[in-house]
């Protein structure tokens, strides 16, 4: 089974399995709602569309981040409606260099769901090997979705607090770009900077100039270091706890498997006064 990348042709490959389901998950924080009209436009076979705030997070509360995690039971309901069970592969993809399909193959991961893989390259790679798109929807089948022990971590704010100020052998991961961890720029959030002692990250780095995943060795060579033996002390963040997902993933397909998210990450965190921050 894929549990962290899949290609093109092997997804084509298997198009027809009944045990199989492509969820895309395109999504453009500028217009929430454009995401759902190019997957109406044309989507890959048997594909179902997943919402990143509609069905892959929560109401936002004046505590929390922009993207809070869904609710257990309703993301379980909605994937039992895909046509997710237990032994079904999942495929998740997008048009945003995989930070919305990582997204959905974390959430997965933490209630239990191992078989599930990111499109490698996206959207773009499937039209360039030229394989199809359709527009019909499809209706497949419910399932019935099992939880089970979770195969991905997260932390919370108290606990991030915790390693901040005294466990040394914990390593923050900011994913966001240079600018907005240095603080220089902040065109979302209503506070610049980053979480003390939290290295940068960009995830866009993990990508060729394909949008592709770099190779498992060159992640590692990225990743290693912070590891330090330890993928499980390492905990991963972003703006919103949507793009430090595609550090966690890199962080497996390079064979550094453990390392934890930040649900609420930067947005979430800047809601307590009270918690440090820092710049440049």
């Given at each position: ?6 290609e093109?042709?092997?997804?084509f490959e298997?198009l027809?399995?009944p045990d199989?389901?492509?969820i ?6 500028a217009?929430?709602e ?6 109406l436009?044309g ?9 990143l ?5 929560g ?10 995690l ?13 046509g ?17 399909a990582a997204r959905?193959?974390?959430?997965l991961g933490?209630?239990?769901h ?5 499109l490698?390259g996206?959207?773009?790679?499937w ?6 798109l359709v527009?019909?929807?499809s209706a497949?089948a419910a399932?019935?979705f099992?939880?089970r022990s979770?195969?991905?971590q997260?932390?919370?704010a ?6 901040v100020?005294g ?5 923050l991961?900011?994913?966001r770009?240079?600018a907005?961890y ?8 209503a506070?610049?900077?980053h979480?003390?002692a939290?290295?940068n990250?960009p995830f866009?780095e993990?990508?060729?100039?394909a ?10 060579a990225?990743f ?7 993928a499980?002390?390492v905990?991963?963040y972003c703006?919103?706890?949507v793009?430090?997902c595609?550090n ?5 397909i390079?064979g550094?498997?453990?390392s934890r998210l930040?649900?609420?990450?930067w947005?979430e965190?800047i ?8 710049q440049?």
């Amino acid at each position: 089974m894929f549990q962290t990348l899949i290609e093109p042709q092997q997804l084509f490959e298997h198009l027809d399995d009944p045990d199989w389901r492509v969820i895309d998950c395109r999504f453009d924080l500028a217009d929430p709602e454009a995401g759902q009209r190019a997957f109406l436009e044309g989507h890959i076979p048997g594909a179902v569309y997943a919402h990143l705030e509609r069905d892959l997070s929560g109401p936002v509360q004046e505590n929390t981040g922009r993207h809070p995690l869904p609710d257990a039971g309703a993301l379980i309901a909605k994937l039992s409606g895909w046509g997710v069970g237990p032994a079904t592969q999942v495929i998740a993809c997008d048009d945003a260099n995989g930070t919305m399909a990582a997204r959905l193959w974390w959430l997965l991961g933490w209630l239990g769901h191992e078989n599930v893989a990111v499109l490698n390259g996206g959207l773009a790679a499937w039209r360039e090997a030229g394989l199809p798109l359709v527009s019909e929807a499809s209706a497949p089948a419910a399932a019935r979705f099992e939880r089970r022990s979770p195969v991905r971590q997260m932390v919370s704010a108290d606990e991030v607090l915790d390693a901040v100020e005294g466990r040394a052998d914990w390593r923050l991961v900011d994913a966001r770009a240079p600018a907005r961890y240095l603080g220089k720029v902040e065109p979302i959030d209503a506070a610049a900077g980053h979480i003390p002692a939290a290295l940068n990250r960009p995830f866009m780095e993990n990508l060729d100039a394909a949008s592709r995943f770099l190779p498992a060795g060159e992640l590692r060579a990225r990743f290693q270091g912070i590891a330090a033996g330890r993928a499980d002390r390492v905990v991963h963040y972003c703006g919103s706890g949507v793009t430090a997902c595609h550090n966690l993933l890199a962080m497996e397909i390079a064979g550094l498997p453990g390392s934890r998210l930040y649900p609420g990450s930067w947005s979430e965190w800047i809601t307590d006064p009270d918690r440090p921050r820092s710049q440049g």
